[in-house]
């Protein structure tokens, strides 16, 4: 096969793939995976959250906790104090002042502590929802993985026969022909070559000038279009 009947069949095999890929991207599966592909990633950042705010509220419940605990000391303390029965009566007062005044500190902790952990209940209960509805993801993931690849199975045998051929191709050719190729796919969305066999390109449909056409016949066989600036394969006679 010469070069420039390899570049125009490259751009065939291309073509349809483009056409293949599409119809595989369409399939209902696709379409459910990519939904589903963004709620996972909604729930990775919402668990991120959960999880961090549950770190705090148990730390927070752990220093609600140790400072409890420190007071209930200190009242066994004082307690113990008042019954030495060696102090006097100011300092009775005293320590009756420090009793009522830790009495009120650990019942301030003890309210706050309903708080913490109710806050702390919601949040569990928000991170369990949030595995169980991820594990749900997977599950789903999974069995539409399954149903694409055996609805999907004749497509992938065609691409796959194709992206065979296409790397045949693209060996067969010089690099800086393959280069060009790549650059006016990107550049012209994938419609990069086209074929001149009278005096009309084939895509852009153009009627070259009869010196221009002239000059073509002569030259490379592999040149660019001169309006539109695709690559443009001057077939032989008798060649499609
Ligand atoms: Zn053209």
Redesign the pocket.
Known sequence: MSEASSLVRLQEVDLQLIRLRKTLSAMPQQEKLRAIALAKKKLAGQLKQIVGQRKDVEMELDDNETEHQKIVDQTAEVRARVTERVQGYRQIQDLEAQLTSLAKRQEKLEFTHVDIASRLERLQKAERNARDLGEKLLEEEKSQTESFEQNSSDLQARVRVLEQERAALVNSLPEEVVATYDASVRRFGGLAV?TLSSNV?S??R?KLQPAIFQKLQKGARITE?P????M?VVMEVGQQ
């Open positions: 086209e390109p895509v852009c153009v279009c309006y539109c600036h695709r443009l």
